[in-house]
């Protein structure tokens, strides 16, 4: 029993070390040919860019900005953990990039404890590293690049109020009583910092006491486990199975917005719940030509991944860049979405 209680904590330490040898050779000398070919170019700096989903639509426009913003600063950036056969957790990256000695690292900025613990490690070890679209600023990492969270909050107030409007209108045309308050379910994310999710609802809120409306609204939010599409399907089938379904719901993320226009059409309420989405992918802008969706909050998304590069670039550069760094946001609705629909898709590698 004592040999078996050795070997195990060696094979898992020659394992890691494997893992991360590895992750070295393939990242820093190979980056996407194949062994026996050489670079079709070679740059003078490396980047990694982590996410916690590298596959959605969202993050692969994030990379083309990027990628587009580093070829004319003589850089690469990688999107690390798509050319892996194993779907690797943030931390697990962040530890394979650390370990590659890449020149900078752009990770989306999960909140969790030991993600810090492992920005602090790389920025210790000569690695600058820029959060993505949410924060972690109690590290050492250089600069932020994401979007105003307060101003996302102002863009679903007005939202909630033309919404509410469309409503009272609708009413007028059947003749029917309008109401005299309307239900909003937020869905937020149970693994975001709550700090930035409070300041999207001060927004909400001001937007709303701006036009003296705040009373006309019930707002309540409802936490939900993004980690995967399961868990928010079940979410929101719960509320739509409540007792009391919402007149309106915003969705913070592009796989809420899935979810929830998907339940939509299922329990047969497409025009009796307002959706306000988030992102532009083409099945949220197909929703919204169809009047699945009401609107969508759009995140310029290939300008977050610029400022990325430029952030980055402008640390290695001086040693000093700007502590933050703001995309800009943009509604589409039923007046707009056909600038969007059969937009260039993300290059793929």
Do not use: H
């Not at 007005?158 to 239900?183: F, T, V």
């Not at 400022?307 to 946001?329: H, K, L, P, R, W």
């Amino acid at each position: 029993m004592r040999s078996k209680s050795i070997i195990f904590p060696i094979l898992s330490i020659v394992f890691a070390a494997a893992v991360f040898a590895v992750a070295w050779i393939y990242f820093r000398f190979i980056s996407g040919t194949d062994a026996d070919e050489e670079p079709v170019k070679n740059y003078s700096r490396y980047y990694a860019m982590i996410t916690d989903d590298y596959k959605s639509s969202f993050w692969q426009y994030v990379w083309k900005g990027a990628g587009e913003a580093a070829e004319d600063k003589d850089a690469y950036v990688e999107l690390f953990g798509s050319n892996l056969s194993y779907d690797y957790s943030t931390e697990e990256l962040m530890e394979m990039a650390i370990a590659a000695k890449v020149d900078g690292i752009m990770v989306y900025g999960s909140g969790q404890e030991e993600l810090a613990g492992l920005i602090n490690e790389a920025v210790e070890k000569g690695i600058p590293v820029v959060t993505m679209y949410s924060d972690i600023p109690e590290t050492g990492r250089c600069s932020y690049v994401g979007v105003s969270g307060y101003n996302i909050g102002l863009e679903y107030g007005r939202q909630i109020l033309s919404a509410k409007n469309e409503m009272q209108r609708l009413a007028g045309d059947m003749e029917e009583e309008p109401k005299a308050s309307y239900s909003v379910t937020v869905l937020v994310e149970e693994k975001k910092p709550l700090y930035d999710q409070n300041v999207i609802l001060s927004g909400i809120k001001d937007s709303l006491e701006r036009e003296e409306a705040e009373e006309e609204f019930i707002i309540r939010t409802v936490p939900v486990d993004n980690s995967n599409p399961f868990s928010v399907e079940e979410a929101v089938r719960d509320i739509f199975m409540g007792e009391e379904v919402p007149d309106i719901m915003v969705c913070l993320s592009e796989l809420d917005t899935t979810c929830a226009y998907q339940a939509v059409i299922d329990f047969n309420l497409v025009g009796a719940v307002y959706i306000l989405g988030y992102y532009n992918s083409e099945k949220i802008l197909n929703a919204i030509s169809r009047s699945v969706v009401y609107s969508s909050l759009a995140v310029d998304t290939q300008e977050l991944g610029r400022y990325c590069v430029e952030a980055m670039d402008e640390y290695i550069s001086t040693g000093n860049t700007s502590q933050y760094f703001t995309a800009d946001v943009t509604i589409i609705d039923r007046n707009n979405v056909s600038e969007y629909i059969n937009k260039e898709e993300p290059y793929e590698k």
